[in-house]
């Protein structure tokens, strides 16, 4: 499977609204890149017009490495919380398209897209998509990100998709995923192209 990734950086003192209007346009290439029919479909902040003016979030400067055109999935065996199985990257094989979000509980910008990735992933995976989450949070600094929460978190919001744990961020770092949310679309056979999610 060959994949592009866009993730914007954190930086401080930006306006929330400004990096969630990043992040949320992140996934856009789905319709456009996978070419199998695909809709896209709009996010919106559910958040107040006043709310989403005012408020300011304070995020660490982490730049996002990206990947270049051709970049392959690297490979992974991670357990999921919820039901305790191992999942491996041969599993989506038979898939013509994978999702790979990298996400966590406690990560706001996460927080504020979560319904919508579950509406997208649902829509999606009726159509063929394979999604899978990992969170690479290390619980020494965020136990609220251990399996435990994850799988209450994967339950409550009901995904749709595995939600996996890699305790040694070892899949994090070979995916080059520097924060979250951050979103890696793979493609068999065909190389697909950069875009945006709106």
């Known amino acids: 499977m ?48 006043t709310a989403r003016k005012n408020l300011i979030i304070r995020a660490a400067r982490i730049e996002s490495q990206g990947v270049s055109l051709g970049f392959r999935a ?3 065996e991670l357990p999921e919380p919820l039901t305790g199985k191992m999942w491996k990257l041969e599993d989506f094989e038979s898939y013509p398209a994978l999702l790979v979000m990298f996400i966590c509980n406690h990560c ?19 159509k063929g998509l394979a999604v899978v989450a990992i969170s690479s949070n290390s619980v020494a600094t965020h136990p609220q990100d251990g399996p435990e929460f994850m799988a209450e978190e994967a339950k409550l919001f009901n995904y ?15 995916f080059g995923a ?18 945006k999610f709106t």
């Open 2 to 49: 060959a994949t592009v990734a866009t993730a914007g950086a954190h930086a401080p003192d930006v306006p929330q609204r400004a990096f969630l209007a990043t992040r949320t346009k992140q996934l856009s290439f789905l319709s456009t890149s996978l070419k199998m029919g695909f809709n896209l479909l709009q996010l919106r902040s559910t958040a107040p017009a």
């Open 74 to 76: 690297p490979h992974f």
């Open 108 to 126: 706001p910008f996460v927080k504020h897209l979560q319904k919508d990735i579950v509406k997208l992933s649902n829509f999606y995976m009726k």
């Open 160 to 174: 749709p998709f595995p939600y996996l744990y890699d305790e040694s961020q070892d899949v994090a770092r070979d």
């Open 178 to 195: 520097a924060c979250t949310p951050e979103f890696f679309l793979f493609k068999k056979v065909m190389v697909t192209c950069p875009g």
